[in-house]
């Protein structure tokens, strides 16, 4: 059987798609096909887990998706989000796989950071 290798981009839609991805590149240093063709990402986990529909977890119920970024500091990267202007929860949740932070882009979209045990 053929497998997916894994994730090869992730396309979405938003109001103002030059502004959303420079935020981006600025706020977490993912650089956007403006600037960069593709983004060479560090090896790692992803998990692919569908949700029920009546999740608060993305927090809006229009958010179909939410995207989990993988950062090797979650406080300092919060730090950064909040010093760059974002909303950012004040929440952190602790598991046996990781800590995870939540902030919001500035089109309102939520996103997940999170930092995977040492």
Do not use: C
């Not at 406080?75 to 010093?83: F, H, I, K």
């Amino acid at each position: 059987m053929e497998r997916a290798l894994g994730i090869g981009g992730f396309f979405f839609r938003a109001k103002d798609p030059d502004a959303l991805a420079a935020w981006y590149e600025q706020a977490l240093g993912i650089p956007s096909m403006a600037t960069k063709w593709s983004w060479e990402q560090e090896a790692g986990r992803t998990v692919f887990a569908p949700f029920p529909a009546d999740t608060d977890y993305f927090g809006s119920r229009d958010q179909q998706v939410m995207l989990n970024f993988r950062v090797p500091d979650l406080d300092a990267m919060l730090a950064q989000l909040r010093a760059a202007g974002a909303v950012v929860d004040d929440e952190i949740s602790e598991a046996d796989y990781g800590r995870f932070g939540h902030a919001v882009d500035p089109e309102g979209n939520r996103f997940e950071l999170w930092e995977e045990p040492s």
